[in-house]
């Protein structure tokens, strides 16, 4: 497991989420590949869960916020990318067309 895993796994049950860091290690463990990009892919799906199951989300706005200024400036720049990416998409549900 690479260092910037483990300390994800760490900061998880630093704010006591062992269910969230016991998951994270489970699809490690799956994961053979180990490599950023599935990185990337794991914590897209574990944020994707978040948002499937989320009924309350002050607490995740808490943490966020007490996190270091520099994380909190490269988490809005993710979210900016995002919403670039979302804005050049023609259909967003192709259920719907």
């Not at 497991?1 to 704010?15: E, T």
């Not at 948002?51 to 993710?78: G, S």
């Amino acid at each position: 497991m690479n260092d910037k895993l483990a300390r994800q796994i760490q900061l998880l049950v630093h704010y006591d989420d062992l269910e969230a860091a016991k998951k994270i290690a489970e699809l490690l463990e799956t994961d053979n590949t180990k490599d950023y990009t599935s990185h990337q892919r794991l914590m897209a799906n574990l944020l994707l869960d978040y948002v499937n199951c989320m009924t309350d989300n002050t607490q995740l706005v808490e943490v966020v916020l007490k996190a270091h200024r520099a994380l909190q400036e490269r988490l809005f720049q993710l979210m900016l990318k995002l919403i670039e990416a979302w804005s050049k998409v023609s259909v967003y549900d192709k259920r719907n067309k």
